[in-house]
């Protein structure tokens, strides 16, 4: 199986080829048999790539570890479950698993696309087959072939770090790459729309629901590595701004953008080049995250050295999209030109753009201190860094401003606000936001940057709130429904528009989350079996903390000897007693004998208890079961409001799959779009 | 001025505000990042570099780790990657990272006392995100 899967990964090369020069030369030629053969070169190869990661998994799963890939990341003890998801444990699997899913959006592409959009898809076949194409070159040549062989026969493998031996961790990187990967087909759109010349926003409708859906899994991706961190990682946060989060947040960035700019096209046909740009600059993001997540690049120029091959290959890669866009932007420019003229400040076109260079300014700041050592250590031979400080201080003035959009976009007029619409709209949100900042300083809370963006949240959740009550109003009032049914149909006949606000409801609440943090209570404490620790919430409450003692055991963790040492905490709440915490060391007594931490979490919706074991004091006595061997570092964290960015989360998701819902009836849904600029004012004028 | 020039406007003090940004962050949080030589270079040569905060690349040197009782106070000795003569005593005051073993490359943040101990605010250690194996450390190895 793995001998088959090594030859299809050979195979695929030459097919990839063939149907990128098929793709570009059937678009050129105009003949139907190329573009087919270009077309159905895609299956072949989405089947090719099938078989190779199934030959990766199936050496997996029979431990050959002759395959220096399978001794890197697994050993006989290791759990089924682990072994198969090894296609992405490490660099040499992930780049054959990104292919795979490429393979597999582009099919789908391919598929849904067969009989329609003829003058887009032989284009959009050639630039997909020309990515999978780099992906598979990669693999066979750059030195991280998964399928490379040691010259000798290891008796076991090295096996899965611990810490990445998690529910989390195992769901997060595929799922950012679902998001990278599934980029690629409205990048390639994109380009399809350049080389045959229909530039108007033909190729955006086309691919809105590749790009949300990409947005999708690419929110959910950072946010399921965020989860990881929190639990898995022990220090009671879930963002440390390093270089690797700071690489799948980049792609995040420009696309979001992105998504807003394509609207200010769509409506009123302008920002075409800086819709390109946007697009052509995501998908390079979404390379340039997958080439620097799984190297050590951004160390050191010096490890460069040791990654020559790929580094050059990637970044030859890169230079070589960028140069081609650049060249066919500015050959088309003419066509490109903007049809309209942004009239006013106060206009929705002006709020969007602001949200872009926002967003790209966020963008700008995060590559910039990530790069920045590198930089430095380049020009100056001084290796200069920066730390999660200099990115607190750049985004969050940027960020609040962003929040301030999210409630402004929505509500102010399409061309030119009046001094009526900015009154109608803004003036109770904003007097919401300042009553809640300011009953949140006559109760206690004292943290600036926190209570502005509480206040901020305020004011975007009324203008949210407003919008959905005023809509659901005038149309219970019209149509003579009840308030929930009128809901329900509101939203239904316009799922993008209500769906987006749902989203910005998600993102509200996590940035409420964010501020939260500024609340976090961290105490440490050395205790002995008995003793109380009292802490106290910023919500006014007091925990006391008993610790009951420590438990030592040899148990059997998976499939691998664990030794475990259990603290166990009872908490009370105000002296309402609420159950017991525990929080563990372990430690595998195979090869991968490095500690892990346990943490104890209490969530409730205000705040979670984070308990840590830091230490023992006397690691060797708490195992012979001594009795004065029980003392523990015990570290206590509060984090207020952490549980808002899994819920917030959750929003995000339910409102983005609202807005991708196929419609039930699409010639009823055309008709409503067509008819919805004219029917949405109407309705706005009924709610006054 | 016509619509699109006082736009150009707005653009132009956005870029300059993010540019601001971005220049004053770096300039208040920027930490060199040095190694063991170059530190004990500096802080023999500019007695005031004492007081610079800097990030340390080093190696703990095997045996040298210990606990100060009762306290959450860590103490050991780390030597220079390169040049295993030069080496200085390293103080932290927080809970260590899982990763942490006397043998392990370390990340230190923190500034060197003048009574040559170095006072670390936080320690990394080093294992990147590729966390793959060299041949060398497979079972089996015949070199």
């Not at chain 1, 050496?59 to 003890?77: C, K, P």
């Not at chain 1, 998964?146 to 000798?152: A, G, T, V």
């Not at chain 1, 010349?197 to 955006?204: N, T, V």
């Not at chain 1, 650049?326 to 400040?345: A, D, G, T």
Request: glycine share 8%; charged share 15%.
């Amino acid at each position: 199986m793995t001998i088959l899967g090594e030859f299809a990964l050979w195979i695929s090369l030459p097919v990839a080829v063939w149907g990128m020069v098929m793709g570009y030369a059937g678009g050129r030629t105009q003949r139907g048999d190329l573009v087919l053969s270009a077309e159905r070169s895609i299956y072949v190869v989405f089947g090719l790539l099938i078989l190779a990661s199934a030959g990766v998994t199936a050496a997996f799963v029979g431990d050959r570890f002759e395959y220096l890939y399978v001794a890197s990341y697994s050993n006989v003890e290791l759990e089924i479950f682990y072994k198969i998801t090894g296609l992405w444990a490490g660099q040499r699997g992930s780049l054959l698993f990104w292919a795979l899913l490429l393979g597999f959006f582009a099919s789908v592409c391919v598929f849904t696309n067969r009989k329609k959009n003829r003058e887009f898809m032989p284009y959009v076949a050639g630039v997909l087959h020309t990515i999978i194409g780099f992906f598979i070159v990669v693999l066979l040549f750059a030195d991280v072939n998964p399928f490379e062989r040691l010259d000798f026969m290891p008796a076991n493998g090295q096996g899965l770090n611990p810490q990445l031996q998690n529910y989390w961790m195992t769901i997060h990187p595929p799922t950012l790459y679902l998001g990278f990967t599934s980029f690629s087909v409205p990048f390639a759109f994109a380009v399809a729309s350049l080389l045959n010349g229909r530039l108007d926003a033909r190729w955006i409708q086309l691919t809105r629901r590749w790009i949300l859906t990409s947005w999708l899994f690419l929110s959910v991706g950072i946010v399921f590595g965020m989860r990881w961190a929190y639990e898995e990682l022990g220090w009671g946060g879930y963002w440390f701004w390093d270089p690797v989060e700071n690489a799948s947040l980049l792609p995040w960035l420009t696309a979001t953008a992105f998504l807003h700019s394509i609207q200010i096209q769509e409506h009123r046909g302008m920002l075409k080049v800086w819709n390109m740009s946007l697009v052509l600059m995501t998908f390079l993001l979404t390379i340039f995250a997958t080439f620097l997540t799984r190297s050590g690049l951004i160390e050191s120029v010096h490890s460069f050295a040791q990654e020559l091959r790929i580094a050059y290959m990637f970044l030859g890669f890169m230079g070589a999209v960028l140069a081609v866009c650049v060249v066919l932007i500015l050959y088309r420019l003419p066509q490109l030109r903007s049809e309209n003229q942004i009239e006013s400040f106060f206009s929705r076109e002006s709020a969007f753009l602001f949200n872009n260079l926002m967003l790209l300014g966020v963008a700008f700041a995060v590559a910039w201190g990530t790069l920045f050592p590198l930089i430095s250590e380049g020009i100056t031979g001084q290796k200069i860094s920066v730390g999660p400080p200099f990115f607190e201080m750049v985004n969050f003035p940027i960020g609040l401003i962003l929040l301030t959009l999210v409630g402004v976009g929505p509500v102010i007029a399409w061309r030119r606000a009046t001094r009526r619409n900015l009154q109608k709209n803004f003036a109770t949100p904003v007097v919401v936001g300042l009553v809640t900042a300011a009953v949140l300083w006559i109760m206690g809370a004292r943290h600036e940057l926190a209570l502005v963006t509480f206040g901020i949240s305020a004011f975007v959740l009324t203008v949210l709130f407003t919008e959905f009550w005023k809509g659901t109003r005038a149309r219970a009032r019209i149509e003579g429904e009840g308030y929930v049914l009128a809901l329900f149909h509101l939203v239904t006949r316009n799922r993008r528009r209500w769906g987006g606000y749902i989203v910005h409801v998600g993102f509200v609440m996590m940035c409420i989350a964010f501020a939260g943090a500024a609340y976090n209570i961290d105490e440490r404490f050395n205790v002995q079996p008995g003793d109380q620790m009292e802490v106290v919430s910023p919500f006014g409450h007091t925990y006391t903390l008993t610790y009951e003692g420590l438990s030592m055991s040899l148990g059997r963790g998976q499939r691998n000897l664990l030794w475990q040492a259990i603290a166990t905490v009872s908490v009370a709440q105000d002296g309402v007693p609420k159950g017991i915490l525990t929080t563990e060391k372990r430690q595998y007594t195979n090869r991968n004998t490095q500690p892990m931490t346990e943490v104890g979490i209490r969530s409730i919706v205000r705040e979670d208890l984070y308990l840590i074991l830091s230490a023992l004091n006397d690691t060797d006595g708490a195992i012979r079961a001594e009795s004065g061997a029980q003392g523990i570092d015990l570290q206590v964290l509060i984090k207020p409001l952490v549980s808002w960015i899994w819920f917030g989360c959750m929003m995000i998701v339910f409102g983005t799959v609202i807005a991708l819902w196929p419609s039930v009836d699409r010639t009823m849904a055309a008709q409503a779009s067509t008819s919805e600029s004219e029917t949405e004012p109407a309705l706005a004028e009924a709610a006054d | 001025m016509n619509k699109n020039g006082r736009f150009m406007v707005g653009l132009v003090g956005v870029a300059g505000v993010v540019t601001y940004l971005i220049w004053t962050g770096i300039s208040e949080t920027m930490v060199y990042y040095v190694t063991p030589v170059e530190l004990l270079q500096r802080v023999a040569a500019d007695p005031t570099f004492h007081e610079v905060g800097v990030r340390v690349g080093a190696q703990v040197i095997p045996g040298t780790y210990s606990r100060v009782e009762g306290e959450l106070l860590h103490v050991f000795t780390v030597r220079d990657l390169v040049d295993q003569e030069i080496t200085f005593v390293v103080e932290y005051r927080d809970a260590l990272p899982d990763t942490f073993t006397d043998e392990i490359e370390v990340v230190l943040e923190g500034r060197m006392r003048a009574d040559g101990v170095f006072e670390a605010t936080t320690l990394l250690t080093k294992c990147g995100s590729r966390y793959e194996a060299a041949p060398e450390d497979l079972p089996g190895y015949v070199g």
